[in-house]
DNA sequence: CACTATTTGTCCGTATGTATG
DNA sequence: TCATACATACGGACAAATAGT
């Protein structure tokens, strides 16, 4: 009866927490898990909510139901529901191209104007300069899961076309340029998705998001070129190891 | 118009994107905010809808409506542009002591039991083998900003005791107890506040956060300690340098 | 002083979803 | 399974306050 000011629906809540007990093998195969009515008693919730979440798991096929036995967790949970997107040192697309999968890359515009302010300091530049502007979308396999917003130097992307961008890595275009990468900035936040990034990522409004901001710098240290990229949270993640003598000052960020 | 595979109600989704724009500065103060019906076209909804989720700001006194006038953020919260905690190569903590904060760590629970599986194959040990958790809260100035769970091997966190992990940083009570930090694995990706994460770390349901799940192995390679750690995304970001070296591959992975 | 457009505030009716007993 | 109550979300309509012409 402790309603929790949750906007989402208790059955879903009630799911979610048996769904992760059944993957995370609380509950033992062999034996079945307790029944509606006793969920109902220590989640002190009515019978019919429990059944809902309950009826849930039956039809995602994690737990087998029966008449007059109960409920059981299924024995071979093939949940290997890992994300399938990685970002790593070692490179994203050599990683997709080992593992055969396919990506494309989507121009949704090109164009040149004035950055948001928060660029334009970034950049080192007054907000009356224009930047080239491309806003793009990558998908696997069908699924989009990145939308990046990248912010360029004229004299550096000013020659860009929209076919350069479908098919090279930004990379490579801004070294094809003439510029060439001295050093990158990353900043990793969290955040949600606006009604913009839900389109064009296929995602409820609202959905979790990681945030890359990356700054690119010249020989010269002049940064050149600004990214910012959304991923949907639910396909990428970012990896990072650390070894030991690079990682001994960072240690000390352990909480 | 995507808004099918979220339980949570379309309302307070919309609710949430405001309010982290709102807090972020996004709509500047002095000038109205989009409308409800504006809102209610570029989120592809009812009227109603964005309503609803603007009244929630304003119970909220985040926003000053008026008829005939329209929404305003207030001007005194102006104060939280800054995302004043960072992680970084550099050590968060000499960052913090650097400019004068003021850090506080609460113990939420130190047990031991059987830790979830997920956890029992990053540590490469049985499930049946009792792991030490702690649950342990960060303030910066009075406000919390990350959750964490930690898992140990028993020989390393046995004699932890409640006053050590409020006082001392974890890194340092492992090697205390005799463990050295070869390498540490990463993983970084976004999620929204659940109501324990909520509670704790006093944001709405459904706010944006930063998870970090760490590995850390000993010189043998041994895994002996997994930490998930969740950071509040208006008061964390992750820096990371590369330089050129270092960045060459990973520059692939530009989108 | 209208007159108008905009924006919040309030109401209707309808349909579906959630949760209780 | 049923009846009931409340929440969510939609569309539409109108009143009241505000700002600009």
Redesign the interface.
Known sequence: MAE??????LY??IY?VLRERVV???YPPGVPMPSEAELAESFAVSRITTRKAMEMLRSEALVIRSRGRGTFVKEKLNTSIS?PVV????????YLNAIGRSTR?KVISLDRGEAPPRICAQMQVSPQVELVRAV?V?ELDGAPY?L?TSYLLPEIGGAFRKQDLAST???DLVQKAGAS???????????????TA??HL??????????VN?LFFNAGMVPFYA?E?L?R?DL?????????D??K???????
Chains 1, 2 share one sequence.
Not at 87 to 94: A, E, F, I, P
Not at 236 to 244: D, Q, V
């Open positions: 929790a000011p949750s906007p989402t629906p879903h809540r979610s995370n093998g609380y994300r970002s790593d040192v070692t490179g994203l697309l050599n890359l793009r990558r990145s990046s890595a930004m990379i990468v001295e050093q990158v900035e990353q900043v990793l936040t969290a955040t949600l998705a606006d009604e839900a389109l296929s995602v409820p409004v609202g959905a979790p998001l990681m945030r990356r990214a990229i991923y949270a990428y993640e970012y990896r990072l190891t650390l070894k030991r690079a990682s000052e960072f240690l000390l960020d352990q909480s």
